[in-house]
């Protein structure tokens, strides 16, 4: 099983910019996908960023040209830079991890002021 801890998560003026960290462990395998949910209050949670051990980066629509992820597969890490961050981009965000099955860490929460 692997676990995860996410950081970097606060509060910050509409505009302005994060980076989210996740640090992985409890597996000596390279991990084949790694990304970031998000869930705000009444909503579900969404997909809004993975990437594979091999580069390959998929995106939220709603995201895209603002977000930027990105990993280190050897220190199991994945980050999320969020730029242009909008008061609808405030949620709790989630790492996650799929190997033989999903894994999710604890969560930190980001909100965007407006």
């Known amino acids: 099983q692997v676990q995860l801890v996410e950081s970097g998560g606060g509060l910050v003026q509409t505009g302005g910019s994060l980076r989210l960290s996740c640090a992985a462990s409890?597996?000596?395998?390279?991990?084949?996908?790694m990304g970031w949910y998000r869930q705000a209050p009444g909503k579900q949670r969404e997909l809004v960023a993975s990437c594979s051990s091999g580069g390959t980066t998929n995106y939220a629509d709603s995201v895209k040209g603002r977000f930027t992820i990105s990993r280190d597969v050897v220190k199991k890490m994945v980050y999320l830079q969020m730029n242009s961050l909008k008061p609808e981009d405030t949620a709790v965000y989630y790492c996650?991890?799929?190997?033989?099955?999903?894994?999710w860490g604890p969560g930190t929460q980001v909100t965007v002021s407006s």
């Open positions: 996650n991890a799929y190997l033989l099955s999903n894994c």
């Open positions: 409890g597996s000596r395998f390279i991990i084949p996908v």
